[in-house]
């Protein structure tokens, strides 16, 4: 055999390697990210469900915990979980005019590439109450706390954690990321609403 065969040869097999490896990661992406359609539709329909019962309910909640005279309570929820990531300072000073265009960056980022994102512990998980002063999220130290003024942008999302797609809010404030996973829609428009005031 002379050496343009056994080239050609080479060429060949390296060619059919090549398109079965692409072949499987396709395939491997369009699996991943059919689940991550799937979730997301449910989204949307729990977005609209959501905004229908915000607009519509007159629902009045009790908290267990006092507030002070000039806090109302807005919205309160069990069975919140969630993550936070401190950031560092953004340097760029238009940075909020542009989050949705970062967080939109994130979703693709996160849903969309082949990689999982590890959590080990959620860092809060329990109660969610919404003040029209702060947001108190239940963790093992008691309460964290979120003044309303924090809040830059609000955004529902579908996360990837651990390889399982999950419906929530993203919050972006000055200093820290905020993931919630709750399926109660009702929080995004609440905080929509109260974030606008501020």
């Known amino acids: 055999m002379s050496f343009k065969w056994i080239t050609l040869t080479v060429l060949i097999v390296l060619y059919v390697f090549a398109l079965v490896i692409t072949g499987v990661l396709a395939l491997r992406y369009q699996k991943k990210h059919k689940k991550f359609k799937t979730v997301n539709e449910q989204m949307i329909i729990l977005l609209k469900d959501a905004e229908k019962e915000f607009l519509t309910s007159k629902n009045s909640y009790s908290c267990k915990y006092p507030l002070p005279k000039n806090e109302d309570l807005l919205f309160q929820t069990e069975n919140v979980c969630g993550f936070k990531k401190s950031v560092k300072k953004r340097e760029d000073e238009d940075f909020y005019i542009k989050a ?40 093992e130290d008691g309460f964290l706390q979120l003044p309303i003024q924090d809040i830059k942008e609000v955004k529902p999302m579908v996360f990837n954690v651990n390889s399982n797609y999950q419906i929530g809010i993203f919050l972006l404030t000055e200093k820290t990321d905020y993931k919630i996973v709750t399926e109660n829609m009702q929080l995004y428009y609440f905080l929509k609403k109260i974030s606008k005031e501020d």
């Open 100 to 139: 949705e265009f970062f967080l939109e960056k994130q979703t693709m980022k996160e849903n969309y590439s082949l990689k999982n994102n590890k959590y080990k512990n959620f860092d809060f998980q329990g109660e969610l109450i919404l003040s029209n002063f702060r947001m108190l999220l239940q963790n």
